[in-house]
């Protein structure tokens, strides 16, 4: 140790005391001030509520396509089923045109994996006694995958509910 009053006594390097490494973490000399890191923090939460609005319009135009999508195939299968309903007037008008030995309708099946119709049961005279018929048998068959029925006329007019189209 070296008296503070002492003048003279020159250092020599050992006794130079080496500067200590201070505690904690390095400095980077890239530090951010509070008010920094705030605003920052502020824009990111903005642009996320951004990006969810986004995603909700996103979702509302999806669900307003898929609205619209629900609607025109139902609107299609009301024409469909009025086509139908036509389609039986045409053939009871039809019908009643025709005389006696045109007008007799035969049931018929195609067995699921066959390619050739059997004729089932007996005829029908009239085409609402067939319509009922086929009807009850296409419901009997379950949903209609494994048998497909219709009636036939001979002059080749049928009602075939479940046509390929």
């Known amino acids: 140790m070296i008296d503070a009053n002492d003048k003279q006594t020159q250092l020599f390097a050992l006794d130079e005391q080496r500067a200590k490494a201070k505690r904690g973490r390095p400095v980077t000399g890239k530090a951010i001030s509070n008010a920094d890191r705030q605003r920052a923090y502020r824009e990111r939460q903005k642009a996320q509520r951004n990006d969810n609005s986004e995603a909700e319009q996103q979702r509302a135009i999806a669900d307003m396509q898929e609205a619209r999508y629900n609607h025109a195939v ?52 009239s085409f609402v006694e067939a319509k009922e018929s086929v009807d009850y048998m296409q419901f009997q068959s379950g949903t209609g995958q494994l048998d497909t029925w219709r009636a036939c006329r001979a002059d080749g007019m049928m009602y075939w509910p479940n046509a390929p189209k």
């Open 74 to 125: 139902s609107e299609v299968n009301k024409l469909l089923i009025r086509i139908q309903e036509l389609e039986l007037q045409l053939a009871q008008g039809n019908e009643k045109s025709d005389n006696e030995t045109i007008g007799v309708w035969c049931i018929e099946v195609r067995r699921m994996g066959k390619k050739k119709w059997e004729i089932c049961g007996d005829a029908c005279t």
